[in-house]
């Protein structure tokens, strides 16, 4: 089976010309099919307070009122999105800007409004694996906004990291697949102080230990529970490493 | 031969929510491959002004500084585009929005900044048939928004009725092409004080003849030119039409 590797970066990298630049060298350099997801938060809530739109966070996600909506399919889906796409090309990434909208690529419901009302808010139904198949097979690289649709004409904000993680699962039936997650640290580290401590493997026994023994706690938690619910959903691994060195991280597996 | 449309609709369509749904409409029912090229410039100018952006035009054509530049790519690639794509998701039509930079679609060069300077307006270079043909084959209907790209990831903004003469060009080694504008007449009149004085077909002798006794004039002029110069470059029928129904209209051949 041939293999897809499914990278997730956050706006901090793709927001700023050099550490953008930085990446996408890496980026281009991953053999086989590939997929970006990126992020763009930074963006649009300096966007939203140029156009007098007041940001409002709750648990880190953002309330997406209408005003936000047209933000956010503004910088995500124009500004950041195409911004990646020409880097790209300018490097012979053959990439193609995504929203969940294009090809039907992500269908989501409007998040309830209840306990919490996050206005345009789309959790993922159904990932189109069918059709990214098809542009990757065609030798495209899919860049996608975290923006998705209820399939009714509602466009709907939904969280970058777990588009991610259900297009990984999309595309199972198709690929090998290796889910990538981006971010400040170089991988999950052994010693919270010393940042070369990273752990290159971690499986399900290991992971157990870890938490056992108080290495693992807080915020990797999280990650690693949706690490795991990929694994489950027939994701081959999934890796959680720096955007400056794709190649080191650590490798979460079932084996 | 397979035959292909390539359909121009203009911002004031696609930026109201009522005449975009009756634009669909007609555009889903279009049979056989298409390709929608729009427009999105009285978005552009009105978040401008919101973002204290000022607009300045030149003989009809937007002066793109960098500050515009952001403007259009949010407001093109992201909100009129993404809105485009959504709703036609929700009617039926399996779109993908696309810009220059995407594939590589459009390559253009930044026009010489004298004796005027546009700023960042780019002048087409190469349409990438080959991709476009790839999508339309895989039963794909691309949203075209009016950005192009240099090649060395620079974004460059775009005449729409260019592109979509340029992409109709660049789609006649695949297909049979019909490029199609629409405007907010029903055709081409024959008498301008009649709504209903569609002239229906116009070849070269008879538009001859039409500039010559005076029923075309001005403004219609640099529509025809672009007209013939696409029918020399092997499209087979430029029409031009109302938005709102696009069976009538006039047919502008060599026959």
Redesign the interface.
Known sequence: MEKVTVIKVGGAVVEDDSSLQTFLAQFAAVEGHKVLVHGGGRSATA?AA??GVETKMLDGRRITDEAML?VV???????V???I???M??IGV??????G????CIRSDKRPSVPIDYGYAGDVRKVNGAALH?LLE?G?VPVMAP?T?N?????LNTNADTIAAEVAKGLVPYYDVTLTFCFEKKGVLSNPADEDSVIPRINRTQYNALVADGTLSGGMLPKFHNAFAALDAGVTSVVITSAVNLNSGTTINND
């Open positions: 966007m140029r156009l047209e399919t503004m910088v995500y889906g124009g500004l999105n195409k911004n796409v020409a880097r090309q300018a053959n990439a193609i800007g995504l929203t909208a294009d090809l039907d098809t065609a495209f923006l649709h399939g009714k004409g509602q466009l």
